[in-house]
Structures are given as structure tokens and as C-alpha cells.
């Protein structure tokens, strides 16, 4: 085991330096790196940068910070950027791109070998003017519901492609005595975050991505009426005790990594659970027996509106440059390839964006599926919450779930975060 694995290192460095050619020449300079990345993410990353420093002789320096928007706030004022940074989100992304901080990647990439590995939805979203801002390195899926198998397996029901179908399960459900859903929307001083993004996945599936992309800029009210629609949806499922377990009070409570432990009860005490694929490390904690794609698989989240198909919602690492200097050229060109990429999603069990990454990579079948959820998805769109201002992304949103759920009236809550929206924006607190 231990030979396999050393061969497998190897065959991975080859790989990154072979796929890498325009970094292999040696050079005694360096290249700083500014990031969220910590614990099992910067172990990953420095994993990744590995074989680019043997390879180049370029030192990767990183700056790891949980405030980035101050602390490259800071930087930039004071004349000294790093070279490169990972951002955290498109509105970062196209502010600091429209106060020309920037680097336009077209001018770093080959880009007719670029546009081979990458599929346009990629291109499009770091594209702002004309110009293209950030590379992204991996990401994870959002719009997926996981079920056990064999327990749809001995109730005979069959996996629903539309929500309509969906619908109908969940009827035939609750007409056999059974509770369709489980939500968890504790997570400590971030609780709440759940319900967020079955909001937007419902938003991008009722009234398409052109009006998701206005309502995380604030272009459209938080009272508008397809705004509303969306949360009453949600709320029509986690406010109702026959359609989750435990009902409104459970719901508020189930921290959201034990969400998914009722599919798994004999019998299930629900049979649905809507999360991001990163529940499969939570599944697999808390129950370690339990095998991927036997005892636990998911479906995509179904269609709402025929016409808008089903998009993707998920989060993804973003790369940017500040600094034009050869070194963060040859960083880039290798952060680009497949080769690095197969590294940091081999640590980090994220999906490849690279359209070059072998899919044996993932550690399994679900993983596998994932990928091609995402590879296959015409529409892509980042978590709305993450992409907001902090106020109200991670501050009103999240708390205007929680308060929803918890029987507030729909009007309060959406007037509640308008007001913040509105107070944030008009004093330019929306930068971050």
C-alpha cells in the first residue's frame, strides 16, 4: 500500500510539472498569497504548491486572515498588495476589478488553451468588462438532496425529476404516516445559513438567474414579489410539521451537520435532506458504517419552472492577481492546471473545474456524480448569502431565516432585511 501510494505521489508531481511547462524554469524570486485558508485548506494548499516550488524556485508565501476585506483594504491603500489573493466572492471580485486593483487574466492565460479546460459558465463569471479577473481552482455543489436507498427501495418510491414530482412524493408520504424532510438551521453564531441557500436555489428555479444576479447586487428589493415567492416556498416545507421532522422548533434547533442522521434511523424519521456535498464527511462521522451510493445518494435538486432547467448553485475558490510580475505569471498558469488542481481536490474532496482532471481522482461514485452535476449544469450561480454584504449575507439574511422559521410574519422579516439593505448600500458598506 504504501509503494501504491508513493507512486501515486509521484505520478501526480510528474503530472503538475509536465502540465505545468511554463514554470519549469528555475528562478530565485517568490510570490505572496493572501487567503481565508486554514486548518485542512492550508494543509491542502501547501500541499498543491509542493511541486511549483521544487519545480521553479519560486517561495509561495501565504497570509492567511479571516478579515481579508480590511486587511486588503489595508494593503492596497498602503501601496502594497500581494501578489496574488484568493477573493471570496463576485462582488469582491468585480469592486476591486472595477477599481482597477486587478490583473486581467487574458493577458496571463493562453486563452485559446484556456477556453479548451474550461467550460464558458467559468469564463462568464470572472468576466467583468470585457476583461477576465479570477481563476477558479475547485468548487462545491449546493443543489443536491440526498435519501437513503433502500429505504425508498422498500416504500417503492422513485427518485422525482421535476417538483412536481417531488411534490407527490412527499404527499405520498405524509399519506403513509412518514415526515418527507429534515432541516438543520443551527450552526453556532452562523446559524441559520441553511435555509439561505434553499432560498436561492428555489429563486434561481422560479425566476432564473438575470433576477438572482439583481437581487445579490440589490437591484431589486428584498419586498419584491419573487423574492417573496421563494421564502414562501421554503417556508411551506420548514414551517410545516407534516413536511419536516420535528417541525419549526426541530428545525431551529438540529445543528446542520446531524441534519442528515434521521434518513438513517430504523425506521427513517425523514427521508429528505436538501444540503451541499460536503455532507457526505457529516454523514460518514456520524455514521460510519453507512457506504456512498449503497446506504446514502442524492438527486439533484429538481426543476421548479421547466423553461429555467435546473441550475447549479455552490461555492468556488477563486484566484486573482494583483501584481503583473513573472513569478505570479508562472503561479497562475500553474494553479491553472489540471495537475495542481488534481491535488487540492484530491485533499479537500471539492470538485475539479478543469475540464482536464481525470474523474478517477474522487475517492467515489457519489463524488464522481457530483462532478458531473456541475460539469453538465448550463447555469452556475455563487451562494447569494456569501456574495452579499456581510450586513446582510451573513447578518439579516440569515437572521430573517431564523425568524421566519420561527413564526414571524413573511412581511416583517422581508421589510426587516430590506431596511438593512437599504442602510448598507446607501452608506457604502456594500465594498466587501
Known amino acids: 500500500m504504501k509503494k501504491i501510494l ?53 517561495d509561495v508565501q501565504f497570509e492567511g486572515t479571516r478579515d481579508l476585506p480590511t486587511l486588503l483594504t489595508t494593503r492596497l491603500q498602503a501601496g502594497n498588495p500581494p501578489d496574488v489573493v484568493q477573493l471570496t466572492g463576485l462582488g469582491m471580485m468585480k469592486g476591486h476589478a472595477q477599481e482597477g486593483d486587478l490583473v486581467d487574466l487574458t493577458k496571463v492565460f493562453d486563452m485559446d488553451t484556456f477556453k479548451k479546460d474550461y467550460d464558458q459558465k467559468w469564463i462568464d463569471l470572472a468576466t467583468y468588462n470585457d476583461g477576465m479577473y479570477g481563476l477558479y481552482i475547485s468548487a462545491d455543489v449546493k443543489s443536491l438532496v440526498w435519501y437513503n436507498p433502500q429505504a425508498f427501495a422498500e416504500n417503492g418510491y422513485k427518485i422525482p425529476t421535476t417538483w412536481d414530482e417531488l411534490k407527490a412524493l412527499t404527499d405520498k408520504m405524509i399519506a403513509n404516516g412518514q415526515t418527507p424532510w429534515s432541516i438543520g438551521l ?163 474532496g471539492k470538485i475539479g473545474v478543469n475540464n482536464r482532471i481525470n474523474p478517477n481522482v474522487y475517492p467515489d461514485s457519489i463524488t464522481r456524480k457530483i462532478a458531473g452535476v456541475l460539469s453538465n449544469a448550463s447555469v452556475f450561480r455563487f451562494d447569494g448569502s456569501d456574495s452579499m454584504p456581510a450586513a446582510i449575507g451573513s447578518g439579516a439574511f440569515w437572521q430573517g431565516i431564523l425568524d421566519y422559521v420561527g413564526g414571524t410574519s413573511l412581511d416583517s422579516v422581508l421589510n426587516n432585511i430590506e431596511q438593512t439593505a437599504d442602510e448598507t448600500y446607501t452608506t457604502g458598506a456594500a465594498t466587501d
Not at 16 to 33: E, H, T
Not at 42 to 50: D, Y
Open 186 to 348: 443551527e450552526s453556532g453564531a452562523a446559524s441559520g445559513w441553511p435555509g439561505t441557500d434553499w432560498i436561492e436555489d428555489i429563486l434561481l428555479r422560479t425566476a432564473g438567474p438575470e433576477v438572482y444576479d439583481k437581487w445579490v447586487a440589490h437591484d431589486i428589493p428584498w419586498t419584491d414579489d419573487r423574492i417573496k415567492e421563494a421564502f414562501q416556498i421554503f417556508g411551506n416545507i420548514a414551517r410545516d410539521s407534516k413536511q419536516v421532522w420535528g417541525g419549526p422548533i426541530t428545525v431551529l434547533s438540529t445543528n446542520f451537520g446531524e441534519a442528515a442522521n434521521p434518513l438513517f434511523d430504523n425506521p427513517p424519521k425523514a427521508y429528505l435532506h436538501r444540503q451541499a456535498s460536503f455532507i457526505t464527511s457529516f454523514i460518514k462521522d456520524n455514521n460510519p458504517d453507512l457506504e456512498a451510493g449503497k446506504d446514502f445518494d442524492f438527486f439533484p435538486f429538481p426543476p421548479i419552472k421547466k423553461e429555467l432547467g435546473t441550475p447549479v448553485l455552490g461555492g468556488a475558490d477563486m484566484i486573482s492577481m494583483m501584481n503583473d510580475n513573472e513569478e505570479a505569471r508562472k503561479f497562475m498558469n500553474y494553479l491553472a492546471s489540471p495537475g495542481a488542481q488534481t491535488i487540492w481536490i484530491a485533499e479537500l
Open 6 to 58: 508513493a507512486l501515486s505521489t509521484g505520478f501526480i508531481l510528474l503530472t503538475c510539472l509536465l502540465l505545468s511547462g511554463s514554470v519549469l524554469a528555475q528562478d530565485d524570486g517568490k510570490v505572496s498569497v493572501m487567503g481565508v485558508w486554514g486548518g485542512q485548506e492550508l494543509e491542502a494548499f501547501n500541499k498543491m504548491i509542493e511541486p511549483f516550488e521544487v519545480a521553479t524556485g519560486i
